[in-house]
Each structure stands twice: as C-alpha cells, then as structure tokens.
C-alpha cells in the first residue's frame, strides 16, 4: 500500500446479505493519482464495494471515504469530481446518446472544455450519438457508459468491469484511455476479473474473494497461476471437465491403448496432470497473456 | 429541485398522461352530451329503483343540473380509478423502474443529492397531474358551454376540481411513499397502490349498504365531497385541504424514505 494519503478509503467495509453474500471486513486505500485493480471471481462483492464506495448503500459495519468525504452521507458533493462506470450499466432505453449526454452534462454544470471533451470520447469511441440507447448493442451502451463516466475530467474513477461487451479494438482504446487519465493525474479503482485490463492500466491489484480481501500484488507481476490461485483458491485450480463415464477423448475407457500405462485411464490422469491452469480459465476478452500483458 | 432532472422526467412521462387525458376527455364530452333534462330524470328514475348499484359507482346524487351530472358521472369513477392508474404508472417509470433496472445509478452518480432527485420525481409527477386536472377542467367547460351555454356552474366546477386535485395528491403520495421505501416492485407500488384501491372500495361498499356506512367513514377519499365543494360548503373545503396536506406529508415520507434507503444499482 502507498504511503501517500488515501483518496479512496475502506476500512472494515462490511456488508452482509446473508448466506455469505456480501463484503466482510475489507479494509484497503488508494492513493492520488495511483491505479488499482480490484480482482475478483463473479459474486466475490466488487460490485458491492464500488456501491458502497458510490454511496449507493451503507456500510454495516465499517466505513468508506472518498477524499475525506463520507460516501453516503457526502454522496453528492464527491460525485462532482467522481466518475462512474457501473458493472450491470443501465441507461435511459427512450433516449438518444445525444440527448442522455446533454442531460448528464446539463446536470453537471458542465463547461464548454467538458462539453469539447464529451465530444472527443464520442469521437475516440466512435459512438453514433443519434442512436436510440434501446436499439444500441451492449458494448455500444457501455461507450455511452464511459463517455458519460469520463466526460467531466473526474479526479476520481470507479469503473466496474469497465470493457464488458466492448470489441477488441475498443477494449484498447479504454485501456489508452484510462492510462491518458492515469498520466493527468487521476486516481483509479477498477474493478474487473480480466487479468489483462488490470495488468495493462494499474499499478497495483487486490483480489478480493468471498467478499473479503485475500491478497494485494504489484500489477505487473501478476502471473495467470497465482492470480487464479488468488480469485478461485488454490483447490479450484486447474480442474478439467471429465464427462462422467467417458474415456479421457472418445472410445471405450475399459479398452486399453497399446502404449497404455499399467492402470485403466491412467493416461486420462496424466494428461490432467500436464494441464495448467491456463487451459481451462479462458478470460473473455483477454488479448494477452499474462506474460505478454504485463505493464511496461 | 433540478428543472433538468423535471424536464426529462415529464417528456418521460408525458405520453402516458396524454393517452389518460384522451380517454378522460372522451368521457367527459360523452357525459356533456348525454346530459338531458328529461334523461336527468330517467336516469334519477333508474337511480331510485337500483340505488345501490348507482352509489357503488359514486353516483349517488339526483343530477338535475349539468354542473351535478357531470360530477356524478365522472368524479366518482373516471377521475378517481384512472388517475390512480396513471399515478402507479408514473411512479413505476420514475421511481420504481429505474431502481430495479439499474438507470437509477446514473442519476446517482451525478452531484446532485437524494432530496433534490426525490423532491424532483414528485415535482414532475405533481406537474403532470395538475395539468391532466388543467386540461380535464378545461374540457369540461368548453364542451358543455358548447353543448349547453350557461347550464353549467363554472365556478363550481372548478371548485369541486381543485377539491378532486387533493384527492389525487394524496393518492400519488401514497403511492409515491410506497415506492419509496420499499423495494421489490411488487411491494414498492403494491403498497400504495392497493392502500388508494382498497380505500376506493370501502367507499363503493359503504354506498351499496347501510350496514356498511361505516366503511365509507373510514376511508380517507371520504374527505372529498364534490357536491359540498360546488355549494361552497367550509367543510368540503377543509376535507379537500386536509387530503391535499395528507398528500404533501405522504410526499415528504417518500423523499426521506429514498435519502435513507440502500439502492443496489
């Protein structure tokens, strides 16, 4: 953790749905101009966090702060610095791109520099504002999405899973884009399960699982192996599916190979025993690989 | 308040209110037309051989006047059922919808704070029925001066309107508050909405039976009394004036209920 003062704090962020549902206990800070991944598995509480971060919900136990600013109570006023990009994005189905961003920035006060900066991520993305938001793809949405996150020059970014849905060539405009905004000076938490988005645009990763946080790692040393390890557990790690009363390919399982080890299906298990963990957690979206992803 | 906020919240809204207003007003010119003194009579005639079928619809009074005819056909049913539709409807794109879909969050992540984005929900839901009431009022004059010139007691009908307008504040309140403060969206308009139905209902069982007079009394809608507004009476005025008071504490619920509340967005 940076020395620097935080300006995104939890500490001892509790949240509990019941059944083990929630975040429990997690405690982390984020420093100026630093940006952090929060990695963790589907259901693992990263949205819980970026809406206990955004004062959608209380801590029950615990506390989160945003530039000293009580997320809750001080919602509002963090907001006018704080850009959000929520994980499961939802927008306004009745409304053009250019009729909900002239909204967002009618609501925000926003200035003639913020409007020319909404619409250069129009053009950086090259997003047809004309359309209709309920007739527009999922990825089109999400870049609605992250010019209305990015359009007001925030010094603050929450962005949940920020690339879902969007192509490759547009997964690696937000990554310029997040490293432009990183370079200005803003400080990030993003939130995601790719390795490769966090690899590329932070500095740092927190994995987070069964909502609590299990471990913290520079970005860029992070191998797939450990980062697995650190998202699924150790014992999750490198299963492969096994069709219940099939051979190991196809054929009889009880007809032994003619080069076959001693024991029936004991290729099946050397075979397992040869697969990494990186052949069976395919990472949508993931360009890279670990090795080839690592921030320079 | 945010106009911003009102203003995208009414043309969200607006299309709803113009269809209510349609069938509104088709039944408002209908009932103008009908309207027959010696029909009047016919159908006072009707009225007293099945009285309790007529008081269930809130048609309860001898409408020998145009000004009472159309209170009698319209107040009891059309301007009380339908704008508690509209008002559920309202509530669901405004409140409702967008907390259980998630457009909600990005309302939330602007800087502008939970009791101006509330009091901005209820401002353009409060805009709309006022101008479903402005546009109903006005088609009521206007046709029946059109079909009937000078039968109608305009003064009075605005009277008994306003008064009607009490009665739809505190239905959107309830409604409104409901939304609120609770989430799964069945409850959030289940609540309100079935508390207004229920309070409609008591009142068609308390005309339909003597024994079930009581009921009526319970209701809060017993408190509007359209006849009473048109005659000036002090007591139909306080009863409006409470709904409406009864409306805006309902509204002020709702708006602490949604700064308080937690929204998984």
Known sequence: ?296 | MSATLIGRLLRANAPATGAFFVVIAFYAVMVAYLFDPSLAESLDAMMAAMPELFAAFGMATAATTLTDFLLNYLQGLILTLLPLVLIIMMVSVTVVRPAERGSMAGLLALPTSRVRLAVSFAAAIVLLLAALLVLTTVTEVACSEALFPGELDVAGLVRANAGLFGLWLFMAGAVFASACAFAPSGAALGVGGGACLAFYLMQMAAGVGEGLALLGDLTPFALYDAYGLVAGEAAAVVGALALAAAGAALFAAGVAAFARRDLSV
């Open chain 1, 1 to 296: 953790m940076s020395a620097l003062p935080a300006v995104i704090e939890a500490r001892g962020l509790t949240k509990d749905y019941g059944r083990g549902r929630g975040v429990f206990d997690v405690t982390f800070a984020v420093a100026r101009g630093e940006a952090v991944g929060f990695l963790g598995a589907n259901g693992a509480g990263k949205t819980v966090t970026m809406r206990a971060l955004m004062g959608f919900i209380r801590p029950g136990a615990g506390s989160v702060s945003i530039e000293g600013r009580r997320c809750f109570a001080d919602r509002a006023r963090i907001q006018e610095t704080l850009g959000y990009l929520p994980g499961e994005l939802a927008l306004p189905e009745d409304m053009t791109a250019k009729r909900y961003l002239a909204f967002v920035a009618r609501m925000r006060g926003a200035d003639e520099a913020q409007l020319r900066r909404m619409r250069a991520l129009a053009d950086f993305f090259e997003l047809d504002v004309r359309t209709r938001i309920g007739r527009m793809s999922k990825g089109t949405k999400q870049k609605v999405g992250i010019v209305a996150a990015f359009a007001h020059a925030p010094r603050v970014l929450l962005l949940d899973e920020p690339t879902s849905g969007l192509d490759l060539l547009m997964q690696q405009r937000f990554v310029e884009l997040v490293r432009a905004e990183k370079r200005r000076g803003a400080t990030i938490l993003l939130s995601s399960h790719l390795l490769g988005e966090v690899e590329r645009t932070c500095d740092r990763a927190l994995f987070v699982r069964g909502g609590r946080l299990v471990s913290e790692e520079p970005a860029a040393s992070l191998t797939l192996e450990e980062t697995l390890a650190h998202l699924y557990g150790a014992g999750n790690v490198g299963r492969s599916w096994d069709a219940p009363g099939a051979a190991c390919a196809s054929g009889d399982a009880s007809a032994p190979a003619p080069d076959a080890p001693d024991a029936p299906g004991a290729a099946c298990a050397s075979r397992r025993a040869s697969a990494s963990a990186s052949d069976t957690f395919d990472a949508p979206g993931d360009v890279r690989t670990s090795g080839e992803g690592r921030a320079s």
